[in-house]
């Protein structure tokens, strides 16, 4: 029996709305001085990973995990003061932005974001097949609240996405402003806290069961568990019904819900992790400001700069030849000529400070 000839070019086409799409990149060079993803420059406490191997060993590994992450969604909900059904967890926060995505986006539905913002409020829809309405924050990078009603009018997003610290400007958006949006938006508003300890406030006190509104956090900066890759929503019970439906069945791997679970034990040592890089913070804000660079006011673990007489991303070459990583955004909408550092050590701060004092003479 012979086989039918293979067709010419047997590679099967990208869906059609993906072609021209990019993957998400932020370069990782090696160098001695990583200051570009906004990790915590301090790892979780000792007692932790001895509390995790402990737990694991007990893990019955043949067995899939709990479903519905029950003790770590309790423990969350204990440490916001929500109830369990008001807490979604994911695998990053980058997963609860897709299936926040794939419940109320999709063909036919926008999500409205207000650049410059978090690259993957839009690059995350566009995925899921849902279109991008974009605002533009003001000339002083804050929101732009006639942006958004503006926005609101013309698209009726599905989803309303602020970032509060934003990233990658480090503002934060006042609690006036989120109340305004989530009053005025037709969809649900999604509140992006990845960075919210290291600020004055949080919007999860307007989290509501009557309220279209959810904030979204992560393990990957103030719990300084980025490897771990855990993230979660608290929000309406509604919301988290609505995402369950279009979960994976056993997403969160059962090493995860313990390491997630008894970080949360070790609370006090990571308000120190932030209280010591929140104080770091003003030391690197107060060194940029001996420097020959714009910067604007951070509420977050970095500060957005921009070289007053230097070209971005020259600068940025200029400290990667020096061993100092940080994250080039001079070519993002609206950021001309910026640069984004994270807060590190001491010492990692000292290198940034020095070897970009030398770039710039
Ligand atoms: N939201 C914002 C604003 C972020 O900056 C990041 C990380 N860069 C994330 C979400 C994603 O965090 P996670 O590691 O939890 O996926």
Same mark, same amino acid.
């Given at each position: 029996?012979?086989?039918?000839?293979?067709?010419?070019?047997?590679?099967? /086409?990208? &869906?059609?709305? %993906?072609?021209? *799409?990019? +993957?998400?990149?932020?370069? #990782? !060079?090696? $160098? =001695?001085?990583?200051? @570009?993803?906004?990790?915590?420059?301090?790892?979780?406490?000792?007692?932790?990973?001895?509390?995790?191997?402990?737990?694991?060993?007990?893990?019955?590994?043949?067995?899939?995990?709990?479903?519905?992450?029950? /003790?770590? &969604?309790?423990? %969350?909900?204990? *440490?916001? +003061?929500?109830?369990?059904? #008001? !807490?979604? $967890? =994911?695998?990053?926060? @980058?997963?609860?932005?897709?299936?926040?995505?794939?419940?109320?986006?999709?063909?036919?539905?926008?999500?409205?974001?207000?650049?410059?913002?978090?690259?993957?409020?839009?690059?995350?829809?566009?995925?899921?097949?849902?279109?991008?309405?974009?605002?533009?924050?003001?000339?002083?990078?804050?929101?732009?609240?006639?942006?958004?009603?503006?926005?609101?009018?013309?698209?009726?997003?599905?989803?309303?996405?602020?970032?509060?610290?934003?990233?990658?400007?480090?503002?934060?958006?006042?609690?006036?402003?989120?109340?305004?949006?989530?009053?005025?938006?037709?969809?649900?508003?999604?509140?992006?806290?990845?960075?919210?300890?290291?600020?004055?406030?949080?919007?999860?006190?307007?989290?509501?069961?009557?309220?279209?509104?959810?904030?979204?956090?992560?393990?990957?900066?103030?719990?300084?568990?980025?490897?771990?890759?855990?993230?979660?929503?608290?929000?309406?019970?509604?919301?988290?019904?609505?995402?369950?439906?279009?979960?994976?069945?056993?997403?969160?791997?059962?090493?995860?819900?313990?390491?997630?679970?008894?970080?949360?034990?070790?609370?006090?040592?990571?308000?120190?992790?932030?209280?010591?890089?929140?104080?770091?913070?003003?030391?690197?804000?107060?060194?940029?400001?001996?420097?020959?660079?714009?910067?604007?006011?951070?509420?977050?673990?970095?500060?957005?700069?921009?070289?007053?007489?230097?070209?971005?991303?020259?600068?940025?070459?200029?400290?990667?030849?020096?061993?100092?990583?940080?994250?080039?955004?001079?070519?993002?909408?609206?950021?001309?000529?910026?640069?984004?550092?994270?807060?590190?050590?001491?010492?990692?701060?000292?290198?940034?400070?020095?070897?970009?004092?030398?770039?710039?003479?």
């Amino acid at each position: 029996m012979s086989l039918p000839a293979p067709p010419l070019d047997p590679r099967p /086409r990208r &869906r059609p709305d %993906l072609v021209a *799409l990019e +993957g998400y990149h932020s370069p #990782q !060079v090696d $160098v =001695a001085v990583r200051l @570009n993803t906004n990790e915590s420059p301090y790892p979780p406490p000792a007692a932790w990973a001895e509390a995790v191997a402990e737990e694991v060993a007990g893990v019955e590994w043949h067995r899939y995990p709990d479903r519905q992450a029950r /003790r770590l &969604r309790s423990a %969350l909900a204990e *440490l916001h +003061g929500v109830a369990p059904e #008001q !807490v979604y $967890v =994911a695998n990053g926060s @980058n997963e609860v932005i897709q299936a926040l995505c794939l419940a109320y986006g999709g063909r036919g539905r926008a999500v409205g974001v207000f650049e410059p913002t978090y690259r993957l409020h839009s690059h995350i829809p566009s995925i899921t097949g849902t279109s991008v309405a974009t605002g533009a924050r003001s000339a002083e990078l804050s929101l732009d609240l006639d942006e958004v009603r503006r926005v609101v009018a013309e698209v009726e997003p599905a989803l309303t996405f602020l970032c509060s610290p934003n990233n990658p400007t480090g503002m934060l958006d006042p609690p006036e402003a989120v109340a305004e949006v989530a009053a005025t938006s037709a969809g649900l508003v999604v509140v992006d806290e990845a960075y919210a300890e290291f600020s004055p406030w949080s919007a999860l006190e307007l989290v509501d069961d009557d309220r279209a509104l959810v904030v979204t956090r992560t393990f990957s900066k103030t719990w300084s568990m980025a490897g771990a890759r855990l993230g979660y929503l608290v929000g309406p019970a509604w919301v988290v019904e609505d995402l369950s439906a279009v979960t994976l069945p056993y997403h969160l791997d059962a090493f995860k819900q313990a390491a997630g679970r008894l970080a949360l034990r070790f609370e006090d040592d990571m308000r120190r992790r932030v209280s010591a890089v929140v104080a770091e913070r003003a030391r690197l804000v107060a060194g940029l400001g001996t420097l020959a660079v714009r910067q604007w006011p951070s509420a977050a673990n970095f500060v957005l700069f921009r070289p007053v007489d230097a070209d971005g991303s020259t600068v940025w070459q200029g400290l990667v030849e020096r061993g100092v990583l940080v994250r080039d955004c001079s070519s993002w909408p609206g950021l001309d000529g910026c640069l984004r550092v994270t807060v590190g050590t001491p010492e990692e701060d000292d290198a940034f400070l020095g070897a970009l004092g030398e770039v710039l003479t």
